[in-house]
């Protein structure tokens, strides 16, 4: 049977070791892209999507219990029980992106109306609304102070998305 990729979702920071414990498995090939990113002064490799790899396999039953019996792996994406294949040219776009000598940046879900928190800078510690992306790699964020909002613009690998706790989904659905 031929061997296709499949997006394949880890726990939270599991990527690396999903991927290691795939390259041991014999017929499973794996993806992780990574860029790099300053965190304490130290560049370090982060998934470009996080909580996302791509594996190679074939589709047998095997193949899949093989997949999911790795610890880390959530589920291999598709529609319900499903798997769906990405095309083998959308993996080799993705290749050669991550080869380009252009710096490449992943989308942190960043979108108008997620709260997020400046985790570095003169700014470390406040907690606002994004209002809107600006330019690439800026962020406009509204700040309440003394109930009048006020405004300003961080470079994006300072925030960090603030989760929103379930109890506060809840009560917003209400």
């Known amino acids: 049977m031929l061997s296709r990729w499949y997006a394949v979702q880890t726990r939270s920071n599991c990527e690396q070791r999903v991927s290691v414990e795939i390259t041991r498995k014999p017929a499973l090939g794996v993806f992780l892209p990574c860029i790099q990113i300053v965190r304490r002064e130290l560049l370090v490799d982060v998934p470009l999507f996080r909580g996302y790899l791509f594996c190679q396999f074939a589709d047998t039953a095997d193949q899949r219990v093989s997949v999911l019996s790795i610890s880390g792996v959530s589920r291999i994406l598709g529609h319900g029980m499903e798997i769906e294949a990405i095309p083998d040219s959308e993996i080799e776009a993705l290749r050669l ?69 379930r109890d506060a989904r809840a009560a917003h659905a209400r």
């Open 97 to 165: 992106l991550m080869s380009s000598p252009q710096p490449v940046h992943g989308d942190a879900g960043l979108t108008a109306g997620t709260r997020v928190r400046v985790k570095r800078g003169p700014l470390e510690g406040l907690e606002g609304v994004l209002i809107r992306v600006k330019k690439q790699h800026r962020l406009v964020i509204a700040i309440d102070l003394l109930r009048s909002g006020a405004s300003t613009e961080v470079d994006v690998s300072d925030v960090e998305i603030i989760p929103v706790r």
